[in-house]
């Protein structure tokens, strides 16, 4: 079999050239430290070793998968090259799939022999971990363009991340609470497929903000992501249907090979509703106008779909995410309001002030019913009023005493701590309910009357 030629080979020389042509885009390859991660299940020529080496990487050697997780943490690599050996496959090849994970800021490229690519455990590995495979023997300049390019892809990769990070602190979805994690998990899943997806929460929740996670995460991220606000529609334009499915059929045709985000979906009449559903099931190549098919995300202000008529509701909710009220994360309050306060006391040009200790208490305490918003909202006035310094609780607007009804009771302390530890353990095992049971020492039948009593979908 003849050595293996990248397919993206003369794309990675033309992309190194044209990122050296600007100044703009030097940065993103020649300023990037280029230090290398390399997993030996048999040595690296030396050949190669020296080409790389000429071509600036510092390349840090392993020779057991189990040192990878410490090191890539240690030093930040950002690509890394497996040599995969078939002979010690079940010793090394293995553990290696395990310790590199499929979705990861960091890139990896194999370097095997041509017939390892006939065993299908070997096939599977490099097709679910790897970024790019070379075959020996390597190419030594196709390695290295190889390394610049998926450097860069890494860097991208990183790049979005950040995004993603700042879209969720507008909304407020972020944060460590087992309630959070759980939902982003189940977003980045979602957005691995192109499925319909109805996203269900309070009003201010952040049901936008994860529709725009969504198709930033998917493979259509680069299309265009269209929201279509149903009320609006609804209350504006001219009677006739035949203007408002127009504008109905225009909005789909812009998101055309990307994201249609249909926002508050149960404001249509009825008759709304079943022209809506028309267009989306004519959603195929060529139907009404669209040359490409398009992912469909839609939103109701709660867990039901009261308000959809069955056929609409069975078409839009394939995959349903239900968003937490604020009041059910509490332990990410604080942190969010101390962000918040940094970034609007920033937009004001104003020092930031610092939270007394019985305006962190309010704060925890409140219901919270417009959710990120109402925070938002509060501590927008609390900046202005605050003296000293320093926001206390009358800045705030709020108060522990006119707000007691949210103050728990020791049962209901109990039973948030009980639902709590539960999302804690299955967001740990990505669901499994075994696995989770044996970590709250608990039998997998109790665990499931648990799931059940505090309504915890996972």
């Given at each position: 079999m003849p050595v293996y030629a990248?397919?993206?080979?003369?794309?990675?020389?033309?992309?190194?050239?044209?990122?050296?042509?600007?100044?703009?885009?030097?940065?993103l390859i020649e300023k990037l430290p280029r230090k290398l991660l390399c997993f030996e299940s048999f040595p690296i020529p030396q050949e190669l070793q020296d080409?790389?080496?000429?071509?600036?990487?510092?390349?840090h050697r392993v020779s057991r998968a189990d040192q990878i997780p410490a090191l890539s943490k240690d030093f930040d690599f950002r690509v890394g090259i497996a040599c995969i050996d078939g002979q010690g496959f079940g010793d090394k090849a293995i553990p290696l799939g395990r310790f590199i994970p499929a979705r990861s800021s960091m890139r990896w490229i194999a370097i095997l022999k041509?017939?390892?690519?006939?065993?299908?455990?070997?096939?599977?590995?490099?097709?679910?971990?790897?970024?790019?495979?070379?075959?020996?023997p390597v190419d030594p300049q196709r390695l290295v363009n190889s390394l610049g390019h998926t450097l860069g892809m890494a860097e991208l990769a990183s790049r979005s991340a950040r995004i993603a990070d700042s879209l969720m602190l507008?909304?407020?979805?972020?944060?460590?609470s087992p309630a959070v994690q759980q939902v982003i998990a189940q977003m980045k899943k979602a957005a691995r497929t192109d499925l319909p997806v109805l996203l269900r929460g309070e009003i201010g929740s952040g049901k936008s903000t994860a529709a725009e996670l969504?198709?930033?995460?998917?493979?259509?991220?680069?299309?265009?992501?269209?929201?279509?606000?149903?009320?609006?529609?609804?209350?504006?334009?001219?009677?006739?249907?035949?203007?408002?499915?127009?504008?109905?059929?225009?909005?789909?045709?812009?998101?055309?090979?990307?994201?249609?985000?249909?926002?508050?979906?149960?404001?249509?009449?009825?008759?709304?509703?079943?022209?809506?559903l028309q267009l989306i099931e004519k959603m195929t190549p060529g139907a009404t106008g669209l040359q490409q098919p398009l992912r469909v995300i839609a939103s109701t202000p709660g867990e039901d779909v009261e308000g959809l008529s069955p056929t609409l509701a069975l078409r839009l909710n394939v995959i349903a995410i239900n968003l937490p009220p604020l009041r059910e994360r509490r332990s990410d309050i604080e942190p969010l309001a101390r962000k918040i306060i940094a970034d609007c006391a920033a937009d004001a040009g104003v020092p930031s002030p610092g939270l007394s200790k019985r305006a962190?208490?309010?704060?925890?305490?409140?219901?919270?019913?417009?959710?990120?918003?109402?925070?938002?909202?509060?501590i927008q006035r609390a900046i202005l009023m605050a003296e000293d310094g320093e926001i206390r609780t009358e800045d705030l607007g709020l108060s522990i005493a006119n707000d007691s009804g949210n103050l728990q009771t020791l049962e209901g302390a109990r039973a948030f701590a009980e639902r709590e530890a539960i999302l804690c353990a299955l967001t740990r095992t990505d669901g499994n309910v075994t696995r989770a049971a044996g970590e709250l020492a608990v039998s997998r039948a109790s665990l499931h009357r648990l799931i059940h009593k505090h309504s915890i979908k996972y």
């Open positions: 990248p397919k993206f080979g003369e794309g990675a020389v033309g992309f190194q050239r044209e990122m050296t042509a600007t100044a703009k885009a030097k940065p080409h790389m080496a000429s071509a600036g990487w510092d390349v041509s017939d390892e690519l006939d065993k299908p455990s070997i096939c599977r590995l490099v097709a679910n971990r790897f970024e790019d495979y070379h075959t020996l507008r909304q407020g979805l972020m944060g460590s969504i198709h930033h995460w998917s493979s259509q991220h680069e299309s265009p992501f269209v929201r279509v606000h149903c009320a609006f529609l609804e209350k504006t334009g001219t009677i006739g249907d035949g203007e408002r499915t127009s504008q109905f059929a225009a909005e789909i045709a812009k998101a055309a090979g990307g994201t249609l985000f249909i926002d508050n979906v149960q404001e249509l009449a009825p008759n709304r509703q079943a022209q809506l962190v208490q309010a704060l925890e305490h409140h219901n919270w019913t417009g959710n990120v918003r109402e925070l938002t909202n509060c």
